[in-house]
């Protein structure tokens, strides 16, 4: 079975750093295209970064420089550093992987999730 359990999150001031990870087991890493999405209380998911199998990156406008998304291929597990934090980037935040990119503005396509993580800057 596939499993992506997400780790990292936490509370921080305005401007802070938080490092988010997402372990994967039952998938073939290499080959997968991974997302981080958020959801904020009463707002829809969104998609905040994607990186495919390629190692090709994409980011919503709002996290460009500012969040980084890295992949460990031997640790199999997902990352998204998280710099110069806002009150807006408050929210949990989830790690999801498919077998394609579907980029960040198709949450539905994306198969696999994790159980998410919360991220609170204040």
């Known amino acids: 079975d596939v499993q992506l359990v997400e780790s990292g999150g936490g509370s921080v001031q305005a401007g802070g750093s938080l490092t988010l990870s997402c372990a994967t087991s039952?998938?073939?890493?290499?080959?997968?295209?991974f997302a981080w999405f958020r959801q904020a209380p009463g707002k829809e998911r969104e998609g905040v970064a994607s990186?495919?199998?390629?190692?090709?990156?994409g980011y919503r406008n709002d996290v460009k420089g500012r969040f980084t998304i890295s992949k460990d291929n031997a640790k199999t597990t997902l990352y998204l550093q998280m710099n110069s934090l806002k009150p807006e980037d408050t929210g949990m935040y989830y790690c999801?992987?498919?077998?394609?990119?579907?980029?960040?503005?198709?949450?539905?396509?994306?198969?696999?999730w994790g159980q998410g993580t919360q991220v609170t800057v204040s």
């Open positions: 990186i495919d199998g390629d190692g090709d990156i």
């Open positions: 039952g998938l073939d890493f290499s080959t997968y295209s």
């Open positions: 999801a992987a498919e077998t394609k990119d579907f980029g960040l503005d198709l949450p539905d396509y994306w198969g696999f």
